[in-house]
């Protein structure tokens, strides 16, 4: 495989790397940082850790790093400006969603989201949209190695996917799907259930009962949804996905504040792109990134209370998907 050829081309004579995922990193990013972690040490020797910006708060990813070892830990302040050489895993420079400074050298970029000029200036990326998780591109990797990854690796590959697929069902091309096969029958099954079933904390049920009683329902195909308050980042995309399983919908966009800055997730199963709705949505407010079925963005909230925002983004996602902005649809529940 060429591209392993590469890669290890890419960290000829590092002797340390720090592997960083994006901000409030999900299963997919956690999956890939560790496997390219193994990967690495298994072929080559080679030293690294993985950090990470934001929270871990799901509890299904909360109990996959438990399960893992507990291998990510949070940047440390000041450890980007060093000469130590970066690898960007689910993420690119520029992509808003990391801790990158815009002045610093990347050596390896992992990511499945649309590619990003600032990514030519890495001396190894491999992007591909096509596919729908960064941990299907890591699992070809580990494969071209002729090593088998053990069972803990397999697992998180395996859950990394098939939360960003929804199990091959959203944004899934044929190498998901030989990934997902190769990886299936080497997974730790009775870890993956825990995994899957961790209980979650009662914020999780208030956020529940916030987005539902929120939710209104436009042109009988998009809902949006706010949650009043938040405990972690992540909880619009854990409502959003939840939301999208209303039969007849084809958009979601769940909102929330989250210290200071209002976060937003847009989901769908039709053939949208949602990467490029939550930008125009977002538009130069925020950053905003993402691709076909999932994206998610952030604005500040600048001193404005959160329900002027809120009411500007809705206005913007209403004409973007050409609905009567002054529409005020209907009450889910």
């Known amino acids: 495989m060429s591209y392993l050829a590469s890669l290890y081309g890419a960290i000829e004579g590092v002797t340390r790397l720090l592997i960083l995922t994006h901000n409030d990193p999900d299963p997919d990013a956690i999956a890939s940082a560790v496997a390219l972690q193994w990967l690495l040490e298994e072929e080559r020797g080679l030293e690294s850790h993985i950090a990470y910006r934001g929270i871990i708060g799901r509890a299904e990813n909360k109990a996959l790093v438990r399960y893992l070892g507990y291998p990510l830990r949070m940047l440390v302040?000041?450890?980007?400006s060093e000469s130590l050489p970066i690898a960007l895993i689910d993420t690119q420079p520029g992509a808003g969603n990391n801790s990158l400074p815009p002045s610093a050298s990347v050596s390896i970029v992992f990511d499945h989201?649309?590619?990003?000029e600032e990514t030519s200036d890495a001396v190894f990326a491999d992007i591909r949209p096509e596919?729908?998780?960064t941990s299907t591109i890591l699992t070809e990797y580990c494969q071209a190695t002729g090593s088998e990854p053990p069972p803990v690796i397999a697992t998180a590959l395996f859950y990394g996917i098939k939360t960003?697929?929804?199990?091959?069902?959203?944004?899934?091309?044929q190498p998901?799907?030989?990934?997902?096969f190769y990886l299936q029958s080497r997974i730790d099954v009775q870890a993956l259930v825990k995994i899957e079933r961790a209980q979650v904390p009662p914020e999780y049920f208030k956020g529940l009962v916030s987005a539902l009683r929120s939710a209104r329902i436009y042109g009988d195909m998009l809902i949006i949804s706010t949650i009043e308050e938040m405990e972690r980042p992540d909880l619009p995309a854990e409502m959003a996905d939840l939301l999208l399983r209303l039969k007849g919908v084809e958009w979601v966009i769940c909102m929330g504040v989250y210290?200071?800055?209002m976060m937003l997730s847009v989901r769908t199963n039709n053939q949208g792109d949602a990467g490029r709705l939550v930008q125009e949505i977002v538009g130069r407010l925020g950053s905003a990134g993402g691709h076909g079925a999932m994206?998610?963005?952030q604005v500040p909230l600048t001193g404005q209370p959160p329900v002027t925002l809120f009411r500007h983004l809705k206005r913007r996602a209403l004409e973007c998907l050409e609905i009567d902005p002054?529409?005020?649809?209907k009450a889910l529940i």
């Open 77 to 80: 302040d000041g450890e980007l």
């Open 113 to 116: 989201h649309p590619v990003r």
């Open 131 to 133: 596919v729908g998780a």
């Open 164 to 173: 960003d697929t929804m199990g091959l069902g959203r944004g899934a091309g």
């Open 176 to 180: 998901d799907v030989a990934a997902y």
């Open 259 to 261: 210290d200071d800055e």
């Open 295 to 297: 994206a998610a963005g």
């Open 326 to 329: 002054a529409s005020t649809g």
